[in-house]
C-alpha cells in the first residue's frame, strides 16, 4: 500500500473533511463550506461520543480519505453490536489506488475489535461503481434502504 495512513481526525480537519464531502455531484448542494459552525459543533459531538470515530486517510499531512463508523448495540442477533459506516470518502485526486479499501478495511478491522458483529452502509441507488467497489469487499446488497427527511 501507500504511504497513506488512516487517523482519527481533528478539529483543524474538519474544513478538509466537509471539502471531501461537497467535492461529490449528489452530495455538492447539502454542504455550506462558507459556514464552519455547525460543522464544528457535529465534529464535537462525534468526538465526545466513544460510540463514533471519525477518521481521515492522511498523505503526509493532506486530508485525502474520510469515513465515519458509529457502533450500534441492538437487542437484534442475540444483543449484538452492529457497526454503521457514513460518509465515505476519497478524494478524487487519490482514486485508483487502493485508498477505500484501506479504509475500509481498518474499519472492519476496528469494529471486530470493538466487537461489532456485523457491519452495515448506505450508498446511494445512483452510485453504481460505489456498489460494485462495496460489493468486490464482500458486502451483500441484501436490504432496501430509505430515509426520511425530517428538516
Do not use: C
Request: net charge negative.
Amino acid at each position: 500500500m501507500s504511504g497513506v495512513q488512516v487517523r482519527r481526525a481533528t478539529r483543524e480537519d474538519v474544513p478538509a473533511i466537509v471539502a471531501l464531502l461537497a467535492d461529490d455531484p449528489l452530495a455538492a448542494a447539502r454542504e455550506d463550506l462558507s459556514d464552519p459552525a455547525a460543522y464544528l459543533t457535529a465534529f464535537d459531538a462525534i468526538d465526545a461520543d466513544p460510540a463514533h470515530k471519525l477518521v481521515v486517510l492522511d498523505d503526509g499531512g493532506v486530508v485525502v480519505g474520510t469515513l465515519q463508523l458509529t457502533l450500534l448495540p441492538g437487542l437484534s442477533r442475540h444483543g449484538a453490536t452492529r457497526a454503521l459506516v457514513e460518509a465515505v470518502r476519497v478524494a478524487s485526486s487519490h482514486r485508483g489506488q487502493r485508498l477505500g479499501e484501506q479504509l475500509l478495511g481498518w474499519a472492519v478491522d476496528e469494529a471486530r475489535r470493538r466487537g461489532a458483529v456485523l457491519m452495515q452502509l448506505t450508498t446511494d441507488a445512483s452510485r453504481v461503481d460505489a456498489q460494485r467497489f462495496y460489493e468486490r469487499l464482500g458486502f451483500v446488497g441484501s436490504h432496501v434502504g430509505m430515509k426520511l427527511p425530517l428538516t
